[in-house]
């Protein structure tokens, strides 16, 4: 570049900046009137709906756009398509204060010339472990047709880092073939929710973390989510790829804890050592902690498998092995297999025959979601081998029994409404979700098992009453002999 060439680039480039300097002001004037700051979720999953109803709480104008016109129509009756305490009130008194309002347009949303735009479309796994960005790519491609004034387009699925970069190309594409100059910024605003306690986590987060390429977005987003934290601690301002990165790196720096804990329990049950003695002894350790070190059967859900399997992926793609990464991952799915060698095992390999009952079969307890839960696979493997299968779950029955018909498994099995039932009437228990219910089970409920034994892939129990019952325990690393 030449000096002139240099003095031009350096004029366009400030102009650019001036000009969306002006144009952040529009939302800089709102966001010091909750109820003039308008927000655009686009996705009404989890994380859209959760985000929506908690902005919508603090007075925020919220719409939020979603094209399933059944989830639209449930959600205008106040039905919300998953399992999640304290959302139903929240959805209802947003939409009847006025703060909340659901549509199947995004072209009229966007006409209302929200401040906010938040990015909420699901980001599953492809085949190859790393993340399918159809429709975060659609929806930028439809914002960029429908925004009518400047606006900051917000990231919060969980996607690679880049993935803002494509948005904002995405949307200037299509602003460029409507040949409008209207000037919007990107940012990325990963959610730290966890299924079960979202509503808690968003309205008394640990952090906000906010990634963007300006010091006035990151101060405009800051203002958004002052209302929900108590110090300006709280809210971490970073480039875009660090937010990006760090979304990945949480969920995987917690999958790393599970997975070193239940490799400490195979290895904890080998040498005579009781797993949770260990944790504690650890966790006492302010520099480890007690967090998500708990072992058991392996760590499910929609999250932690996905982003672990996109993170590995992401460091292919940028030619930088994630061997540790990788090998959490290997160490989970190995932990399913090491239970269910134990279940075969204490039946010298046949279980054909055997009434088996299941507790739990959510991938954690509070929530009906069974996507990646161990539940799947450990029963599958005693139906394949002949076994009865009798199943409860205090919420998620119905969605695994939905699952089991769609997949047309065959072989036996039920779902039962009560733990009693179970209790009853089968060989042996399989504990899989740690629910309040199960934990508050005495060792005598399980005493007319006719094989008398509890599998427990949860180590909810106290091992000396459980064999003080006459109960043979199978736990994850607490096997020590006594
Ligand atoms: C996780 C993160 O905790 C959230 O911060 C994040 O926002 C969310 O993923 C997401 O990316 O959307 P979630 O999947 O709802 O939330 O569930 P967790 O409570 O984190 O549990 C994940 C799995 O780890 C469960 O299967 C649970 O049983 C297992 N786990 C957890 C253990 O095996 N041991 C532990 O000590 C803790």
Same mark, same amino acid.
């Given at each position: ?341 134990? @279940? %075969? !095992? ?5 279980? $054909? #025959?055997? =009434?088996?009952?299941?507790? /739990? ?98 180590? @909810? %129990? !106290? ?5 003080? $019952? #006459?109960? =043979?325990?199978?736990?994850? /690393? ?5």
């Amino acid at each position: 570049m030449n000096v002139k060439e240099t003095i031009l680039y350096s004029v366009v480039i400030a102009s650019i900046g001036l000009s969306n300097i002006y144009a952040r002001r529009s939302v800089d004037d709102a966001i010091r009137n909750p109820d003039e700051v308008k927000i655009v979720m686009i996705g009404a999953g989890y994380v859209g709906l959760v985000t929506g109803a908690c902005f919508a709480a603090k007075q925020y104008a919220v719409t939020v756009v979603e094209k399933d016109q059944r989830k639209i129509n449930a959600l205008h009756n106040r039905q919300i398509p998953f399992y999640e305490p304290d959302l139903v009130d929240l959805v209802d008194a947003g939409f009847r204060r006025g703060s909340l309002k659901f549509s199947d347009n995004i072209a009229s949303a966007l006409a209302s010339a929200p401040h906010f735009i938040f990015l909420c479309v699901g980001t599953p796994p492809l085949p190859d472990g790393s993340a399918d960005l159809t429709f975060v790519r659609q929806a930028a491609q439809e914002i960029g047709a429908n925004l009518q004034e400047y606006a900051i387009v917000i990231t919060k699925s969980t996607v690679p880092v880049g993935s803002a970069d494509m948005v904002k190309a995405e949307i200037q594409n299509q602003l460029t073939l409507r040949n409008t100059d209207i000037l919007f910024d990107v940012a990325s605003n990963p959610e730290f929710l966890k299924e079960g306690e979202a509503v808690k986590d968003f309205f008394e987060p640990d952090r906000v973390v906010i990634g963007a390429g300006s010091e006035q977005v990151h101060t405009l987003m800051s203002a958004l989510y002052r209302p929900f934290v108590k110090t300006n601690n709280q809210l971490i301002c970073m480039n875009i790829p660090s937010a990006e990165l760090t979304k990945y790196a949480a969920n995987a720096m917690l999958a790393t804890r599970i997975s070193f804990m239940n490799q400490m329990a195979l290895l904890a049950d080998k040498v005579g050592a009781d797993v949770e003695a260990v944790r504690a002894g650890i966790a006492s350790d302010t520099r480890i902690g007690p967090e998500f070190l708990k072992a058991g059967i392996g760590y499910g859900g929609s999250c932690f498998p996905k982003d672990v399997t996109a993170l590995a992926d992401m460091g292919r793609q940028h030619d930088q092995p994630m061997t540790l990464i990788e090998a959490v991952d290997a160490v989970n799915l190995a932990q399913r297999e090491y239970f269910i060698k134990r @279940i %075969f !095992d204490h039946y010298n390999g046949n279980v $054909a #025959g055997k =009434t088996i009952g299941i507790l /739990g079969l959510a991938f954690k307890p509070n929530t009906d979601d069974i996507r990646c839960a161990p539940s799947i696979d450990v029963m599958k493997a005693l139906i394949a081998a002949g076994a009865l299968v009798v199943a409860y779950d205090p919420v998620a029955r119905e969605n695994m029994q939905r699952m089991f018909e769609q997949e047309g498994i065959k072989g036996q099995y039920c779902f039962v409404n009560a733990a009693i039932e179970i209790l009853h009437d089968a060989d042996a228990v399989i504990i899989l979700t740690q629910w309040d219910e199960f934990k508050r089970l005495p060792a005598q409920a399980f005493a007319s098992l006719r094989d008398k034994v509890v599998f427990d892939g949860r180590n @909810i %129990f !106290d091992p000396i009453s459980m064999t003080s $019952a #006459g109960l =043979t325990y199978i736990t994850i /690393g607490r096997n020590m002999p006594r």
